[in-house]
């Protein structure tokens, strides 16, 4: 197994190679499946030297498929780093090292497995959630991460997120954090039951007032002084008019 070393200093590769032991006669059944395998593994280098991670990273999750080696998980949380999609690639590289903690696995792949794991996790954080009482179902931005009490933190990515709890009788609590990398916040939740009270919607508008009413004629005098009034108002709109439509008025 060897390594190859590319142009980005974060991303190291490990090549495609059996895992060690001689493996038995009734193994044999297995190579067509291993070398298609290795088509795949190769290909994915290919597409990791053009630094085209999307692609590879297909090619590496079929080879996976195919015929599983340390190698490919390793380069497969590599194509995931390059991606951005650290808690996709923090949770592939700690198979590997779960999945080789007894292997042969050489000192030179532990390594760079330990020191991947390290720089990807500089770019998280982690969120506490207490809640009272226990039993609600936890999640993160939507998504159910545990019933409390959860056994840790939530590891998440760097920016916002929403944190609910909701408890067997429907009560939710909910709040919302914003973490850059290397925070542990903490929240603490304790849902809260619907009030059941129906939003009643928009208040209605205002009723204006009726306009004052217009007070009666005592005698002709003030019925005269009415008419009169109204009698110059409308000669005046008309004067009014003729001046905007009068050619020798522009």
């Not at 590496?60 to 780093?81: I, K, P, V």
């Not at 080789?100 to 030179?108: I, V, Y």
């Not at 005098?221 to 009014?240: E, H, K, N, P, R």
Request: charged letters at 20%.
């Amino acid at each position: 197994m060897g390594t190859l070393h590319l142009r980005s200093a974060a991303i190291t590769l490990l090549l495609f190679a059996p895992l060690g032991a001689p493996r038995p006669a009734h193994a044999q059944a297995e190579e067509p499946a291993r070398e298609e395998a290795q088509a795949h593994f190769e290909r994915g280098i290919g597409l990791m030297r053009n630094e085209n991670w999307a692609a590879a990273l297909v090619e590496f999750d079929r080879s996976l498929e195919l015929y599983a080696t340390r190698a490919a998980l390793f380069n497969r949380g590599n194509c995931l780093y390059a991606l951005h999609r650290y808690l996709d690639a923090l949770a592939a590289l700690l198979e590997w090292q779960v999945g080789n903690a007894d292997s042969g696995a050489p000192e030179e792949e532990r390594a760079a497995v330990a020191a991947l794991l390290e720089e990807i996790r500089g770019y998280l954080a982690e969120v506490q959630v207490d809640v009272e009482p226990a039993g609600a179902v936890v999640r993160l931005d939507g998504a159910i991460v545990g019933t409390a009490p959860l056994e840790g933190p939530i590891v998440v990515t760097v920016g916002p997120h929403v944190v609910e709890a909701e408890s067997a009788d429907g009560a939710v609590g909910r709040a919302e954090v914003t973490v850059a990398s290397g925070d542990r916040a903490v929240l603490r939740l304790s849902p809260a039951p619907a009030t059941g009270v129906d939003d009643p919607g928009p208040a209605p508008l205002p009723v204006p007032p009726p306009p004052p009413a217009m007070p009666e004629a005592d005698d002709g005098v003030d019925q005269a002084w009415f008419w009169t009034i109204a009698s110059t108002a409308v000669a005046a709109a008309a004067a009014v008019t003729g001046l905007l439509t009068d050619p020798r008025s522009l």
